[in-house]
T-cell receptor, first 114, second 114 residues
Framework: DADVTQTPRNRITKTGKRIMLECSQTKGHDRMYWYRQDPGLGLRLIYYSFDVKDINKGEISDGYSVSRQAQAKFSLSLESAIPNQTALYFC?????????????FGPGTRLTVL | AQSVSQHNHHVILSEAASLELGCNYSYGGTVNLFWYVQYPGQHLQLLLKYFSGDPLVKGIKGFEAEFIKSKFSFNLRKPSVQWSDTAEYFCAVGGSGGSYIPTFGRGTSLIVHP
């Protein structure tokens, strides 16, 4: 679904580097989320935002920060990347006005930290 | 705090076999329940959802799930699987309130042999 896009799609970096993952959406949704996916652990929530002025920590926020630059943009930063942050990262959106609050996911960013 | 348990981590079936994936949740209020599917190399997409009404929910590609409130369960079923159903399946639960954040299970990897 091109409605939620993530850049880059793949990234290899070294320990200690600062990395930014970007997410943009054209769905007009107010809520945005960042998850990481690891084999056998499912999806774990890193940060979420209910609107531009709202940022909340998720289950595993240590080592990460986010910025909601606009309703359509939500960036995830790794201030100093470490190998155990190697994972698949997904951005998601949802609309608080929709019953059931289904989430829509981006294509993912595969990050490798050496 | 809400939680989700998916009992089957890996399932291997032959084509035309019936499928049932278990999902149990823990949540104190009114729930929204979801099944998402992730085909190999792709992002998560919604299979089906329950937020009110008929507890038997039908989704895409012949999948259905039944919400049994007394058992805190939302099992996914399909009468006859196809090779193209090979994917990872995630159950998720969220509250129906305005500030709900969904929680995902660890996922079930389904492999269907032709």
């Amino acid at each position: 679904d091109a409605d939620v896009t993530q850049t880059p799609r793949n990234r290899i970096t070294k320990t200690g580097k600062r990395i930014m993952l970007e997410c943009s959406q054209t769905k007009g949704h107010d809520r945005m989320y960042w998850y990481r996916q690891d084999p056998g652990l499912g999806l774990r929530l890193i940060y979420y935002s209910f609107d531009v002025k709202d940022i909340n920590k998720g289950e595993i926020s240590d080592g990460y920060s986010v910025s909601r630059q606009a309703q359509a943009k939500f960036s995830l930063s790794l201030e100093s990347a470490i190998p155990n942050q190697t994972a698949l990262y997904f951005c998601a959106t949802s609309d608080s006005g929709l019953a059931g609050n289904e989430q829509f996911f981006g294509p993912g960013t595969r990050l490798t930290v050496l | 705090a809400q939680s989700v348990s998916q009992h089957n981590h890996h399932v291997i079936l032959s084509e035309a076999a019936s499928l049932e994936l278990g999902c149990n949740y823990s949540y104190g209020g009114t729930v929204n329940l979801f099944w998402y599917v992730q085909y190999p190399g792709q992002h998560l997409q919604l299979l089906l959802k329950y937020f009110s009404g008929d507890p038997l929910v039908k989704g895409i590609k012949g999948f259905e799930a039944e919400f049994i409130k007394s058992k805190f369960s939302f099992n996914l079923r399909k009468p006859s699987v196809q090779w193209s159903d090979t994917a990872e399946y995630f159950c998720a639960v969220g509250g129906s309130g305005g500030s709900y954040i969904p929680t995902f299970g660890r996922g079930t990897s389904l492999i269907v042999h032709p």
